[in-house]
């Protein structure tokens, strides 16, 4: 081709092809006489990204790129035109390019046109998504969930590291197996229907299906069931799973202490109230009774004195295990809080709960061990009976703490049903204590007296003092309801003191109108015992009335006594005064005898727990027999507290007993039946 031929094809080329594509590169190829291609044209954009120039061998002006441009050209006897992507290295960077080779012949010049364009959009594009599938593959295989890939097959396509560590599984293993292949047998159908809905496009999440270990085990597991959409269709389901053994046991944890006492694992209250549910709704239909027996340990505030919370605490966990072995499978056992539990009994005639109650009460006649010691504890129960006394839980819970307080008020140890007249309680002890705060100025409260006999000869000579509360909102309070909030609040002290003010009085009056002598016994708290001025406080007020010391005598419990160095102390001041010194309710509060020997004390008193029943229980009446012998050989005085009947008098009397107080000679009474009847 000569020059000016050249010329004009060139100029034709441009026309057609590079001033089209100014921005692209332009390369003109032709061959030679050795049917090599050469370089005939290549624009400014070309000449400077391949460093070449017109001429050349295209081999050498593309480099590398040759390689790839020759394998576009086999495609051209196909067809004129083929178009590819190449990537290149741009200034340290990679770029995409579009190659696009044509083939042309003008003039019977056959050329080859090869043009470059660079997609820079293309490379971030593609980067961007090779970054997001490694991002989540990440997620796939880095989460601390199982996950299965499965396809509408329901095949296993893929599965994540943690698949192995959960389940002991190879990806190997499981790559085109079916996924139900590894479901425990009972859920099968279940799975099945949670990937329908999944392949259907559903996300769902459901519990308790049972995925099979390798070696076999059944693993419990929650289940998410995630769709993957392709262009609007389900192609596979993401299966995530959670064992959820550990979740399981720490959910029954939970599930059992929120029905169940943490100390003594018996039914809590708020399973009271889902029971009584259940079982007064089928007591309704079936025309059946239900009993409540509520049963409140006597004055187990001595066991807490004496041995503390903790130990207190495990002498409350062998408690319940004697009600559970005493109760009938059928029975229904609750710790009602505190030192009192509840029996619910379903269907019972009132003999069978009688006898129920009466059975429960013989049961606490036996010792309870705790660190070799034994320790006698009694027990009172009230007893509601659905439907008669309430139709729901908390009017029938309410009546048979109202029996209950009215068997502690009236000698304790025995059982009642719930009568209207015993409806003289408090429903709030806040609002007790604010009533009791008030009630000496608003002079409510009042000293009686119950007389002390002595066996032999029938005389009286001396006296309990006894609190009572008549308040003008709520009528007569129990002691037992009262005393412990007074202790618990502070208010005993106020009260101690204002009860021995009252007697001093009683005994000067008497002492100064010459009426025969006697003597009076005031119980003492123990946090009032146990106040450092409680002695000289004592002194000054015998003093300041006048009063015989001797005829003050000072009921201490047992559970006072707890510091030896302390109770000597006190005990030797009040006997340098000249009162007489008695333990009260002895046997039931701190057992250790040795204070016996230690401490100068004048009388003791058989608690009514041992003497009850003692006509008929032989152990009864063989402890009470031991604590009069004891009592004498250390040059003692007893009295025996709770007397009702002829031949438990008779008996004591035979025991050498010189004193007892009880129903069966006087109730505690006012102050001036005790002058009408013993003083004048």
Request: net charge negative.
């Amino acid at each position: 081709m000569g020059n000016v031929e050249l010329k004009n094809y060139m100029n034709k080329l441009a026309e057609a092809y590079i001033h089209e594509h100014p921005f692209n590169m332009s390369i003109l190829l032709q061959k030679n006489a050795q049917e090599d291609f050469e370089v005939l044209y290549a624009n400014t954009l070309a000449l400077q990204h391949f460093n070449g120039h017109q001429n050349q061998r295209a081999a050498d002006f593309f480099g590398e790129v040759w390689t790839m441009i020759e394998q576009s050209l086999s495609h051209l006897h196909r067809k004129n035109h083929h178009a590819t992507e190449i990537v290149l290295d741009k200034n340290g960077a990679n770029s995409l390019f579009e190659i696009s080779v044509q083939q042309s012949e003008e003039d019977g010049n056959f050329s080859i046109f090869v043009q470059m364009c660079e997609r820079m959009d293309l490379l971030t594009e593609r980067e961007k998504w090779q970054e997001f599938q490694q991002k989540y593959m990440s997620v796939i295989n880095h989460n601390l969930d199982p996950i299965f890939l499965v396809n509408r097959k329901l095949e296993i396509i893929y599965a994540n590291r943690e698949v192995q560590n959960a389940f002991d599984y190879q990806l190997e293993e499981l790559a085109g197996s079916k996924v139900l292949d590894i479901v425990d047998e009972g859920d099968v159908d279940y799975i099945k229907s949670c990937l329908s809905r999944a392949l259907a496009g559903e996300s769902i999440e459901v519990e308790g299906i049972s995925f099979l270990h390798k070696r076999g085990i059944v693993v419990p597991t929650t289940v998410k069931a995630i769709p993957i959409t392709v262009n609007g269709e389900v192609r596979e389901v993401h299966l995530l799973l959670r064992d959820t053994t550990v979740h399981d046991e720490h959910t029954a944890k939970l599930l059992y202490l929120s029905y169940h006492d943490q100390l003594t694992g018996l039914w809590n209250r708020r399973a009271m109230k889902e029971h009584f549910a259940e079982d007064s709704s089928y007591a309704l239909k079936s025309d059946e009774r239900i009993s409540f027996i509520h049963l409140g340990l006597d004055r187990f505030k001595l066991i807490n004195e004496s041995l503390g919370h903790s130990g207190a605490d495990e002498v409350l966990k062998k408690i319940a295990e004697r009600l559970k072995m005493s109760c009938p499978v059928s029975a229904k056992l609750y710790r009602n809080g505190g030192d009192e539990f509840v029996v619910s009994l379903r269907n019972h005639s009132v003999s069978k709960t009688e006898k129920f109650a009466q059975k429960l009460l013989n049961d606490f006649g036996k010792p309870f061990y705790y660190q070799h010691q034994e320790y006698f504890i009694s027990a009172s129960i009230g007893i509601s009976v659905y439907p008669e006394d309430g139709k729901t839980l908390e009017s029938l819970i309410r009546k048979s703490e109202q029996a209950l307080a009215f068997v502690k008020d009236r000698g304790r140890s025995h059982y009642r049903f719930y009568q209207k007249e015993m409806n003289t309680t408090f429903p709030d002890e806040a609002l007790m204590e604010s009533h009791l705060r008030r009630a000496v100025e608003l002079n409510e409260l009042t000293v009686h007296y119950q007389p002390q006999v002595d066996l032999k000869t029938g005389q009286i000579s001396s006296f309990e003092a006894l609190l009572r509360w008549n308040n003008r909102k709520f009528g007569f309070v129990s002691p037992v309801q009262f005393i412990p909030i007074a202790e618990d609040s502070g208010l005993i002290h106020g009260i101690g003191d204002w009860v021995l003010e009252q007697v001093c009085i009683q005994l000067k009056e008497w002492q100064d109108k010459q009426f025969k002598p006697v003597r009076i016994a005031v119980n003492i708290s123990p946090k009032q015992f146990q106040m450092e001025s409680f002695s000289s406080n004592l002194r000054n007020k015998i003093a300041n009335h006048g009063i015989v010391p001797s005829s003050l005598e000072l009921e201490i419990t047992e559970s006072a006594m707890t510091n030896m160095n302390e109770t000597l102390k006190t005990i030797n001041e009040l006997k340098r005064i000249g009162v007489y010194i008695s333990v009260d309710d002895f046997g039931t509060g701190y057992s250790s005898l040795s204070y016996l020997k230690q401490y100068p004390i004048d009388i003791i008193k058989i608690d009514r727990s041992f003497i009850k029943d003692i006509e008929v229980d032989e152990k009864n009446k063989a402890i009470a027999k031991t604590i009069i012998n004891l009592a004498h050989n250390l040059g003692m005085t007893v009295v025996a507290e709770g007397v009702e009947k002829d031949l438990q008098a008779q008996i004591l009397l035979e025991a050498n007993c010189q004193k007892a107080q009880g129903f069966l000679y006087s109730k505690a009474v006012p102050i001036e039946e005790i002058v009408e009847k013993y003083i004048e």
